[in-house]
């Protein structure tokens, strides 16, 4: 059975930069999609991005294209979200999330499956 | 981008009653990748259907979803008390993949 447990809660500074992590057991995790997903206090889901590691290549939605990179080491079956130039409204719960596989051509992938396994979610605080 | 808009934002129900969840899409959306999520606060969301009408697996047969196009129902046949919850739609067939608003289900 396929576990993600992601990295504890941060608390960072504005313009600062946060690393969360996603490590799963079970399956055979460089066939995953691993896609990231926030949501706000009180707010829905929003999805940053997602990488497919037997392909190597990570797509991220537009809104946070140059901010975030997302990266999968298969040798420790971890995935990483790494956001930049924090805000106050980056404040959330960051979920790390997989689905059963994906495809990836010419730097698109296709996220073929929905997400069936979560993360437990990470808090991070922006705060001054 | 595809934006996914649910309604009502807010359904107030009884248990033992039926809920109807919509969720519309600003285009077309291929029912393959047509999934919905239940959240209950505190924690992360659970998915309930995928490929706009398949059960995932431990889901109970009162949860059913159907549709096609733009346009997509989540149906829950008779309300048990663990229901009451936030339910999302999300397309992931065309990137970005995008959530709807959320439909708050709460008990009247």
């Known amino acids: 059975q396929v576990q993600l447990v992601q990295s504890g809660a941060e608390v960072k500074k504005p313009g600062s930069s946060v690393r969360v992590s996603c490590k799963a057991s079970?399956?055979?995790?460089?066939?995953?999609?691993i896609t990231w997903v926030r949501q706000a206090p009180g707010q829905g889901l929003e999805w940053m991005g997602g990488?497919?590691?037997?392909?190597?290549?990570?797509n991220y939605a537009q809104k946070f294209q140059g901010r975030v990179t997302i990266t999968a080491d298969t040798s420790t079956s971890t995935a990483y979200m790494d956001l930049s130039s924090l805000r106050s409204d980056d404040t959330a719960i960051y979920f790390c999330?997989?689905?059963?596989?994906?495809?990836?051509?010419?730097?698109?992938?296709?996220?073929?499956?929905?997400?069936?396994?979560w993360g437990q979610g990470t808090t991070v605080t922006v705060s001054s | 981008e595809i934006v996914l808009t649910q309604s009502p934002d807010t359904l107030s129900l009884s248990p033992g009653e039926r809920a109807t969840l919509s969720c519309r899409a600003s285009?077309?959306?291929?029912?393959?990748?047509l999934a919905w999520y239940q959240q209950k606060p505190g924690q992360a969301p659970r998915l309930l259907i995928q490929?706009?009408?398949t059960r995932a697996t431990g889901i109970p047969d009162r949860f059913s979803g159907s549709g096609s196009g733009t346009d997509f129902t989540l149906t829950i046949s008779r309300l048990e008390p663990e229901d009451f919850a936030v339910y999302y739609c999300?397309?992931?067939?065309?990137?970005?993949?995008?959530f709807g608003q959320g439909t708050r289900l709460e008990i009247k």
């Open positions: 999330a997989r689905a059963p596989g994906g495809f990836c051509s010419s730097g698109i992938c296709y996220w073929y499956y929905a997400m069936d396994v």
């Open positions: 079970g399956g055979t995790f460089s066939s995953y999609a």
């Open positions: 990488i497919i590691p037997i392909f190597g290549t990570a």
């Open positions: 285009q077309s959306v291929s029912s393959s990748y």
């Open positions: 490929g706009a009408s």
């Open positions: 999300h397309q992931h067939g065309s990137s970005p993949s995008t």
